[in-house]
């Protein structure tokens, strides 16, 4: 299918986009995305930070597109994995994963999300005029399938985009990434995306701008403050108005916003604080070593009733006291590489990369905040009272 009309992209240039393209960038579902920020609150930290889904999901279909030439798919895969890069953040609720807690509490996911959009709207009719199936589309967009790994795995087109694209909206140097030796370099294997030998150093150079870009820009100690604010802000509204799945999932970052900002009490009250740059402080951090995923759903679990403890000890309102509890995020170093030997872990033949994930390890950090109103009184508290730091067979945890 031939381009009928071409965007403008800071990062990639010149985007062409087809005749169903332009279509399903034209519905009210994908148009939604620009209302809904990349990364969340990042704009309070660095603010140039308010690029929105929108644009990601163009510059996504556009490396889609250019991976699919070089591994010479036909013509109906590649429209396909088009598609899906284009359509993969359809699902994304009110400033993307800062809601997607929210979302599990509510049984749900923004990928399932996604295939609800992509199934119930006029997305779908849209790809039945053009022979696309949306079942195919949602497959694809989960990882799954021939192709799937495009979209959602190690190192796929996804990553690539987001980590260039917030560097430079970000405004800092983490994003040099060599996208063309990357994509050239990959292959497919037994539906796998798999990276050649010769394009390691690519690929070692992504995992650097990843570990810089957590490091300094996703976990940036103020932006994570701003979203525990915001996340407990955005639980206490939902429960208060009765607000279910169905409700939430039409919600924009504007809606959310408008809303928390003419609630009641305690709502209304950290969405003023936000606004205004009242923030809660660092009352104690903590280095903590990586943990299994089931080991940090129990922290999570007991983390409120620590926070009541502390809150009531000190005669704090509750939901003054926040614990954050760093996501794991470690898929990454399962990329595979071709080797001599045949196909390899990056982190078996890459003493860097094997550097680079004992650092993720190590810079975990559990935070509890305060309002500044009582880093006073709460400083030197003896957060082993409420806390209990031990040795496990994986490191120390709450």
Known sequence: ?????????PIHGTIAVNEL??????????????RIKQNGLCFLVYPAMNSTRFEHSLGVMHLAGLLA?????????????????????IGHCAFSH?????????GHSHEENSTRIISRTEISDILGKYGLDDREISELIKGRGKFGKIISSEIDIDKMDYLIRDSYYAGVAYGVIDLERIIYGMK??????????????AVESLLISRNLMYQTVYRHHTKRIVEAMFKRALDKFLDDEGIGYEEFIQMDDIDLVYRLRNAEGYPRDMMKRIDQRELFKIAFQEGISLIEEGLREDMLKNSRKIEEGIADDFRI??????????EIKMSEFKILIESD???????????????LEKAEEEKLVLCVYAPPEYMKSLKGFD?????????????RFL
Do not use: C, W
């Not at 030439?69 to 953040?89: F, S, T």
């Open 188 to 201: 497919l294997v037994d539906n796998e995306l798999v990276i050649k030998r010769g394009s390691l150093e």
């Open 98 to 106: 800062t809601s997607d807690d929210v979302l599990t509490k509510m």
């Open 69 to 89: 030439d070089h591994l010479e798919l036909e013509d109906d895969d590649k429209q396909a994995i088009r598609v899906a890069g284009l359509l993969h953040d």
């Open 341 to 355: 030997d045949g196909l390899k872990l990056i982190n078996e033949i890459s003493s860097l990369a094997r550097a």
């Open 383 to 395: 957060v082993e009272k409420y806390m209990e730091f031990t040795q496990t067979r994986l490191g």
């Open 21 to 34: 393209e332009l279509e399903l960038i034209d519905t009210p579902q994908f148009q939604r995305l620009r």
């Open 317 to 326: 309102d509750r939901g003054y006291i926040l614990i954050d509890i760093p």
């Open 1 to 9: 299918m031939k381009p009928i009309k071409t965007i403008r992209d």
